[in-house]
């Protein structure tokens, strides 16, 4: 079986059944099956579900997990070679198979790979630019790191091959609720030889950005701090290296949150940071004056 469709669902009832329906309606005409994982949900999803018992899997975890833990349940228990996942509260495009198979194959059906395309939220384009690459262009190798340095993916719509991911353990644990696995998942793919693309083609239908993160500068620094601290917790010295020596050598753009966290992290010294950091206000000195990023005046003293 070349796909499963992944569901990891926690009360989300009001949205989960046009989320199956969309799941199990695909255009695509070869088998594949629809995995709902229930993170020990306590409102009607049990309910919702039987319905549709001829027409998917279902799999009910006996407490609460992490939300990324239980997309590593999803993982575990698919049968297809490739997972696609699709939160409670979206729809997958009625030709998403029929589309990542179009860009599977063109690829040789690689053994690492992970795939996804346009959102109307938190769509991650600029990412993707800003990282040097174009739509429908494989990045690879140390220069695949660069895609990350604003942040991570969100999963739902995106495809990623099954078997090399779970061997190396599926998405990082989380520190927190708020620390964003997707991130530091991400940056451990791409030491681990994995590819990536983004294609021109929309995949899921998102009605909101569910998984962004709280508007507070604190909070979200200190995620993302908890982030790179489980990366280098789970990558050798060079790994680590590796992506740190991306995340600062940036030019003329920067996620302001995640220099921040790189200097709370406490992984590596700052004066490679620093020099970075002194670069890109030179080039652009007004934006010491702009709120997103005057604050790492603080950080860069102390």
């Given at each position: 079986?070349?796909?499963?469709?992944?569901?990891?669902?926690?009360?989300?009832?009001?949205?989960?059944?046009?989320?199956?329906?969309?799941?199990?309606?695909?255009?695509?005409?070869?088998?594949?099956?629809?995995?709902?994982?229930?993170n020990?949900?306590?409102?009607?999803?049990?309910?919702?579900?039987?319905?549709?018992?001829?027409?998917?899997?279902?799999?009910?975890?006996?407490?609460?997990?992490?939300?990324?833990?239980?997309?590593?349940?999803?993982?575990?228990?698919?049968?297809?070679e490739?997972?696609?996942?699709?939160?409670?509260?979206?729809?997958?495009?009625?030709?998403?198979?029929?589309?990542?198979?179009?860009?599977?194959?063109?690829?040789?059906?690689?053994?690492?790979?992970?795939?996804?395309?346009?959102?109307?939220?938190?769509?991650?384009?600029?990412n993707?630019?800003n990282?040097?690459?174009?739509?429908?262009?494989?990045?690879?190798?140390?220069?695949?790191?660069?895609?990350?340095?604003?942040?991570?993916?969100?999963?739902?719509?995106?495809?990623?091959?099954?078997?090399?991911?779970?061997n190396?353990?599926?998405?990082l644990?989380?520190?927190?609720?708020?620390?964003?696995?997707d991130?530091?998942?991400?940056w451990?793919?791409?030491?681990?030889?994995?590819?990536?693309?983004?294609?021109?083609?929309?995949?899921?239908?998102?009605?909101?950005?569910?998984?962004?993160?709280?508007?507070n500068?604190?909070?979200?620094?200190?995620?993302?701090?908890?982030?790179?601290?489980?990366f280098?917790?789970?990558?050798?010295?060079?790994?680590?290296?590796?992506?740190?020596?991306?995340?600062v050598?940036?030019?003329?753009?920067?996620?302001?949150?995640?220099?921040?966290?790189?200097?709370?992290?406490?992984?590596?010294?700052?004066?490679?940071?620093?020099?970075?950091?002194?670069?890109?206000?030179?080039?652009?000195?007004?934006?010491?004056?702009?709120?997103?990023?005057?604050?790492?005046?603080?950080?860069?003293?102390?």
């Amino acid at each position: 079986m070349l796909f499963t469709i992944a569901i990891p669902t926690y009360n989300s009832g009001n949205s989960l059944a046009a989320a199956i329906d969309s799941c199990v309606n695909q255009s695509y005409k070869d088998q594949y099956e629809t995995l709902i994982v229930d993170n020990a949900s306590t409102d009607n999803t049990n309910y919702i579900t039987k319905q549709y018992e001829k027409k998917v899997r279902v799999v009910v975890n006996s407490s609460t997990l992490s939300q990324f833990d239980n997309h590593n349940v999803c993982l575990k228990e698919s049968m297809g070679e490739y997972v696609v996942f699709c939160h409670a509260d979206d729809c997958l495009d009625y030709h998403a198979l029929d589309k990542f198979l179009i860009v599977l194959k063109q690829r040789g059906f690689p053994k690492k790979y992970v795939v996804w395309g346009r959102s109307f939220f938190r769509d991650f384009l600029n990412n993707w630019q800003n990282g040097g690459f174009n739509l429908n262009q494989v990045a690879s190798g140390i220069k695949s790191i660069d895609v990350f340095r604003l942040g991570g993916l969100t999963a739902s719509g995106t495809c990623y091959s099954r078997e090399e991911f779970l061997n190396l353990g599926g998405f990082l644990e989380m520190q927190d609720i708020m620390t964003p696995s997707d991130m530091s998942t991400m940056w451990m793919l791409c030491v681990k030889g994995f590819e990536f693309e983004m294609t021109d083609r929309i995949y899921v239908k998102r009605n909101f950005a569910s998984t962004a993160l709280l508007d507070n500068r604190n909070l979200v620094i200190s995620s993302i701090s908890n982030a790179i601290i489980v990366f280098r917790n789970n990558s050798t010295d060079r790994e680590f290296s590796l992506v740190y020596d991306s995340l600062v050598n940036f030019n003329n753009l920067i996620n302001p949150y995640l220099i921040a966290a790189l200097f709370i992290s406490g992984c590596k010294k700052d004066s490679c940071l620093k020099l970075s950091l002194l670069k890109f206000f030179f080039k652009k000195p007004l934006l010491i004056f702009n709120k997103r990023y005057y604050f790492l005046i603080y950080y860069f003293f102390k």
